[in-house]
C-alpha cells in the first residue's frame, strides 16, 4: 500500500453484491496491512463487514443515522463543497470534513464547482480543529499549496491510478517528499 495508512474504497457503478465483494477483498488486503479501510457512501456495506468506517456525500445517509448504525468507534467523514456546507458538517458527528474539489478534477462526473485555495482557508477558518481532507485535482505539485492552506490531508485518485501497476511506488514517492 505503500506507506497509506487510510483508504477509501469508492464504486460509483458496480451493483451492491459486486462492491460488497471488491469491499470484502479490500477489507481482507487493508487488514493484513493493518491499513484502515473505510468505504464510500454505503454504510449498509460497512456495516456487513465490519469496515473501519464510511464516507458519505452530500445526499447519503445522514451522518447521525450512519452513526447510530456504526457505533461511536467507526470512522464517519462527510464531503462537503462549499464553506456553508462544511460548517453545518461541522455540527454533526464526523471525524473528518472533506472539502472539494479544490481544483478541477477529472474523476468525479458532474463536479460541483472549484472551492479553490482561497475557499480552502475559509473552510479551515470555519470549521476549527475538526480534521479536514482536501480533494479534486490534488497534483504532487500542489499538496504543499493545499496542506499550506489549511488542510490536515489530501485525497488522490488519478494521481495514483493513472498507472494501476505504479500505485505503491507512487505512494511511496508522495509520501517521501513530505
Not at 471488491?22 to 449498509?44: G, H, K, P, T
Not at 462526473?109 to 480543529?129: C, F, K, M, S, T
Amino acid at each position: 500500500m505503500g506507506g497509506a495508512t487510510f483508504i477509501q474504497l469508492r464504486e460509483k457503478h458496480k451493483d451492491a453484491s459486486g462492491f460488497y465483494r471488491e469491499a470484502e477483498e479490500a477489507l481482507r488486503v487493508a487488514r493484513s496491512r493493518r491499513v484502515r479501510l473505510i468505504i464510500n457512501d454505503r454504510v449498509d456495506i460497512a456495516l456487513a463487514l465490519s469496515a473501519d468506517g464510511v464516507h458519505l456525500g452530500q445526499d447519503d445517509l445522514p451522518p447521525a443515522a450512519a452513526r447510530e448504525l456504526l457505533g461511536e468507534k467507526a470512522i464517519i467523514g462527510l464531503s462537503t463543497h462549499s464553506v456553508e456546507q462544511a460548517i453545518e458538517a461541522a455540527r454533526f458527528s464526523v471525524d473528518y470534513i472533506a472539502i472539494g474539489p479544490i481544483f478541477e478534477t477529472s474523476s468525479k462526473e458532474n463536479p460541483d464547482p472549484v472551492v479553490d485555495l482561497e475557499g480552502l482557508r475559509r473552510v479551515r477558518q470555519a470549521i476549527g480543529h475538526i480534521p479536514l481532507v482536501a480533494i479534486g485535482g490534488i497534483r504532487e505539485e500542489n499538496i504543499r499549496e493545499v496542506l499550506a492552506a489549511g488542510a490536515d490531508s489530501v485525497a488522490v485518485i488519478s494521481l495514483l491510478l493513472t498507472d494501476p501497476s505504479q500505485i505503491e511506488a507512487r505512494t511511496r514517492q508522495i509520501l517521501s517528499s513530505f
